[in-house]
């Protein structure tokens, strides 16, 4: 079982629909990431949240932290085909280990 | 880009043989990480470090161990290596925790 909950694991869409993807856990984390990565490559920072309820916005991506800090969500507005890619969420907890989640495949179809 | 290398980037083995991947980087960062990706299961944590010689087991360690003799090297050994070791392994490295993981290209490594 790993720490971090992503759902859905696909997501297929049309080309300017909405869609968010979630990131739970049991655990408080001082912060979250995601993450995004294209096949071949290795993840790439996409957005960092720390204050429990921040909301972070990067053009149409919106990131939420829940209150608690135990959940996170990803939306996506007028998703685009360069949108396509596997969403990763992750947290640190204090004995230094970084975990991630298990991804959420997004395919944004023209 | 920072400076995170990971070698070799394919390794074809066979069961039982012992393999090491290495892990480089020209960033200072403390932290180092071994991660696994295997679809379905996202990226997986092997072992870390958090200082040179200071490493510790992350969530999948059996049958892998770690050294960091050096601020720069992370080097993941399989002492004997096994079909369910075929995976692709990703290296990160980051400054702090909670801070951006820079993470190498990836070695695709496959047992047979």
Redesign the interface.
């Known amino acids: 079982t790993q720490l971090l909950e992503q759902s859905p694991q696909f997501l297929s869409i049309q080309e300017g629909e909405n869609l968010t993807v979630y990131c739970n856990s049991s655990s408080v984390f001082s912060s979250l990431q995601w993450y995004r990565q294209e096949p071949g490559e290795g993840p790439v920072l996409l957005v960092t949240v720390v204050t429990g309820g921040e909301v972070k916005k990067l053009k149409r991506l919106t990131f939420q932290f829940g209150d608690a800090r135990k959940d996170s969500s990803l939306h996506i507005t007028a998703a685009q085909p360069g949108d396509t890619g596997l969403y990763l969420c992750a947290g640190a907890l204090s004995d230094y280990k970084l975990s991630f989640g298990a991804g959420t495949t997004v395919t944004v179809r023209a | 880009d920072a400076g995170i290398t990971q070698s070799p980037r394919h390794k074809v083995t066979e069961t039982g043989t012992p393999v090491t991947l290495r892990c480089h980087q020209t960033e200072n960062h403390r ?1 180092m ?1 071994w ?1 696994r990706q295997d679809p ?6 092997i072992h ?1 470090s ?1 200082g040179v010689k200071d490493t ?1 087991k ?2 999948v360690s059996d049958g892998y161990s770690v050294s960091r003799s050096k601020t720069e090297d992370f080097l993941l050994t399989l002492e004997s290596a096994t079909s369910s070791q075929t995976s692709v392994y ?1 290296c ?1 490295i ?1 400054d702090g ?10 070695t695709r490594l496959t047992v047979v």
């Open positions: 932290y990480y991660y379905g299961h996202g990226l997986r944590l870390y958090y510790d992350g969530e990703f990160a980051s925790v909670g801070t951006e993981a820079f993470f190498g290209q990836g």
